[in-house]
């Protein structure tokens, strides 16, 4: 069974850093694209990154561009997200994302990472993991 595990949320202060982690559970990351999106209380799921399986193209939300860094270590068959100058609307629940079709990463980033349709592309999504930002 396909399913990604996050962990690695917490409490930060503003400025601070976290590093999510997906790790695969039941599957190969190789041949998944991977990606991370989040939701905060009262809003919709929005795309943050994701990274294409095919060759290792990565792509990033607006607000996250510069701070935020999806990184893949094959070896360890896990996925990170690492998150520098949080700020407090980065504050929501995190969520890994998998799916091994053609170009849904691609795909995503043409749709807009945080358009409101980016989300059904998915089709695995783990349990999620909560990131609050203090100010």
């Known amino acids: 069974q396909v399913q990604p595990v996050e962990s690695g949320g917490g409490l930060v202060q503003t400025g601070g850093s976290l590093r999510l982690s997906c790790a695969a559970s039941g599957f190969k990351m190789d041949y998944y694209d991977i990606g991370w999106f989040r939701q905060a209380p009262g809003k919709d799921r929005e795309g943050v990154s994701c990274?294409?399986?095919?060759?290792?193209?990565?792509y990033y939300e607006d607000s996250v561009q510069g701070r935020f860094t999806i990184i893949k270590d094959s070896a360890q068959n896990t996925v990170y997200l690492q998150m520098n100058s949080l700020r407090p609307e980065d504050t929501a629940v995190y969520y890994c994302?998998?799916?091994?079709?053609?170009?849904?990463?691609?795909?995503?980033?043409?749709?807009?990472?945080?358009?409101?349709?980016?989300?059904?592309?998915?089709?695995?999504w783990g349990q999620g993991t909560q990131v609050t930002v203090s100010s």
């Open positions: 990274i294409s399986k095919a060759d290792g193209t990565t």
């Open positions: 994302v998998a799916d091994n079709h053609p170009k849904v990463c691609d795909l995503s980033h043409e749709l807009g990472l945080t358009h409101h349709q980016t989300w059904y592309r998915w089709a695995y």
